[in-house]
C-alpha cells in the first residue's frame, strides 16, 4: 500500500498541479458572473500562474459572453478579478477550499493516470511481492513441513484408491442403478479436490480458509455417512433433490432478473423445472421441497436440518469445530475478532498469512477424508481396500502428533519471545 500511496502523490502532484486547481478556481469565480469560460481562456489563467502573476488575472472575454453574463457593458470587453488584497496564504488558503472540487471533476482523469503509472510499476511491484511470499512460504516449510508433506502423502493415496475403485465398479454400478455408488464417488472426488485446497492453503499459510474449506468436507463426510446407512432410496433421492435446488435457483434469477447481467430464465425453462419438481413432491411428498428433503422420510422430520442428519449419524461431537469453522464462513463478530493464525491475546488485525493456527485445520482434513474414502471403499471390501484403509488410519496418528508438536513448539517459541521482551 505505500507503493500505492507514493504513487498517487506523484501523480496527483503531476496532474493538479499549483496552476490547474488556481486555473479551475478562477474559472469557478467567472462562473458565479454567468461566464463559461473557454479551455482557451483557462489555459491563458494557467499560463499567467505559472508565470507567477497571482494578483490581476485578465481575460479577455467574447461579445457573447459579456451579454450572457450579469455584467455591465463597458467599452473594455475584458474582466479583471484582483486578489491583490490578499497575501500568498489567503490565496493558498483560497485554493484549498477548491481542491475538493477540483479532485471531484478531475478523478476520472487522476484515477487513469494512477492506474497507468500502478501498472508500469507492476513488475517490480509483483516481484518483491513474490520474493517476499516466497520466504515466508519457505520458512513456513521448516517449521511444518514433516506435517505437510505426510498430509501429501495422505492426499496422494486417497485420491488414487478412489480413482481405482471408481474405474473397477463403476460399469457394474451403472447397469445395477447403484445410486450409493453414485453418490459415495462423487462426494470422494469433491472431498479430494476439496483435499488440494486446504492443502494449498497450510503451505501459504492461510489457516483460516482452510478450515473453512474444511467445513464443506465435514458436511460431505456426514452425507456420505446417512447415505451408506440408509442406502439406494435416500441416495437416489438425494440425487434428484438437485432439480429442487435449480426450481429455487431459477426462481431467485427470475426475481432479480432486471439487476443480474444473465438476465432471466426462459418461460419453457422455469415451466420444465417446475413440472419435474412436481412429479418428485408427488413421488416423495411434499416435505421432499424442504432443504434437506431428501433424508425426511427416514428421519422421520417434515422439515429436518443438518444437525439433526449429523446426530443421527454418530458426528454430532464435531458440532464444535463445525461451530469454530463457520466463523470462518459467515460475516458475525467472531469471525472478525477470532483467528486460527494468531495466538490467544495477539492483538493484530491479520490480514494476510500466518506460520501458525495450522494445526486445527490440517486434523480435520485428515479426519473427514478418512471417513469419506473409508466409507466408499467399505462398501466393497476385500484384502487390498482394507490395507490401505489401516495405512490410512496409521498415516492419520502421524501426521497429527507432527502437527501438534509444531503447533506447541511454536507457541512455546512464541511465549518465550514474549517473556524476553517482558524482561528487557
Known sequence: METLHNLFITELQNSLTFKTIGARLIAKKFGDFGIILTEE?????????????????????????????SIQPSNDPSIQIDLSDHDDG???EILDK????????ALPEVSDILLKALKSEATSMLKKQRAERSRFENNLRKEWGKALDLLEMLLAIVL???????????????????????????IHARGCQIGAEVLTLLK???????????R?????????????????DVAERYLLHEFIESYKAANEYHTYAEFLPEGAPSDEDLSELENIREQLLNRFGRSFKNKYGWAASVLNIDDPNFDQIEQDVGLAHERPYYRLASHNVHANPKGITFKLGLF???ELLLAGPSIIGLADPGHGI???LLRITSTLLITRPNLDRLAIVQVMNKLEEEIGTALIDTHYRLEKDAHDQYELELDN
Open 41 to 69: 481562456q483557462i489555459k491563458g489563467i494557467e499560463n499567467q500562474l505559472e508565470a507567477g502573476e497571482l494578483e490581476n488575472f485578465k481575460i479577455e472575454l467574447s461579445d457573447e459572453q459579456v451579454a450572457a453574463s
Open 204 to 214: 501459504s499459510g492461510f489457516a483460516d480458509g482452510a478450515h473453512a474449506r474444511w
Open 366 to 368: 485428515i479426519r473427514s
Open 160 to 186: 488414487e484408491s478412489g480413482g481405482d475403485f471408481n474405474e473397477e465398479f463403476r460399469p457394474v454400478a451403472s447397469v445395477e442403478n447403484d445410486y450409493v455408488f453414485e453418490v459415495l464417488t462423487r
Open 98 to 105: 477548491a481542491i475538493q472540487e477540483a479532485l471531484g471533476e
Open 90 to 92: 489567503k490565496i493558498a
Open 344 to 346: 490467544p491475546n495477539q
Open 216 to 232: 464443506t468436507l465435514h458436511e460431505l463426510a456426514v452425507v456420505a455417512f446417512f447415505v451408506q446407512k440408509y442406502g439406494n
